[in-house]
Structures are given as C-alpha cells and as structure tokens.
C-alpha cells in the first residue's frame, strides 16, 4: 500500500486549500480513508474520514470548514479546507485505518 498527500503550502488566515491523496496497491473502492494532522511538537491527530460509501466524520476541530471527497476510478481522495486558522498548521498525512502506511505527508501552513 502507497499512499501520497499533495497541494500543502502556505496560505493566510481565511484562506482556502485542497489537499489529495493518491492511493495505490489496495482496493481503493472499500476502504476508508482517514486524513491525520501533526502539528509542530504534537501527536499525529485525526481531523477527518470518509467511509467507501461517501460517508465522511470530522472533528470539531474543522467541522464547518472542512470537506471531503473521493474518486474511486481515479484511486484519488481529497480534503477541501475553507476558513482555514492558524491552528490548522500542520502536517496533513492521509491514511487507511489497519494498514501501516503513511506517505510522507503534505505540509500547511497557516499565517495570521
């Protein structure tokens, strides 16, 4: 299973930014994928996840603010981030609960 996070950057307060995740090896269609944040100096956190029927979960966190999709044919997954604050910095890693694979992450960074 490989997993990749793209589209990080820097953006100001208020500010908007998709993040994707390109999966491959696993049947993409069944599994849910989870979308994890680390800040600088703290766990890695679970902000987000959308099940294989399109079903999606947020933390309070980024609840409002958030969204998530996903392209099964294109094995893609995507976190549309709106309203975005200074505490969403961080490193954002996509991920199927169960499997042990990361990717390297995406970076964000939010300036006031």
């Known amino acids: 299973v490989q997993l990749q996070a793209s589209g990080g950057g820097t953006v100001q307060a208020g500010g908007s930014l998709r993040l994707s995740c390109k999966a491959s090896?696993?049947?993409?269609?069944?599994?849910?994928m989870d979308w994890y944040r680390q800040a600088p100096g703290k766990q890695r956190d679970l902000v987000a996840n959308?099940?294989?029927?399109?079903?999606?979960n947020f933390d309070d966190s980024v609840k409002g603010r958030f969204t998530l999709s996903r392209d099964n044919a294109r094995r893609m997954a995507y976190l549309q981030m709106n309203s975005l604050k200074p505490e969403d910095t961080g490193v954002y890693y996509c991920?199927?609960?169960?499997?042990?694979?990361w990717g390297q992450g995406t970076q964000l960074t939010v300036s006031s």
């Open positions: 959308i099940t294989s029927s399109g079903n999606t």
């Open positions: 991920h199927f609960p169960g499997y042990n694979a």
């Open positions: 090896g696993i049947n993409f269609r069944i599994v849910t």
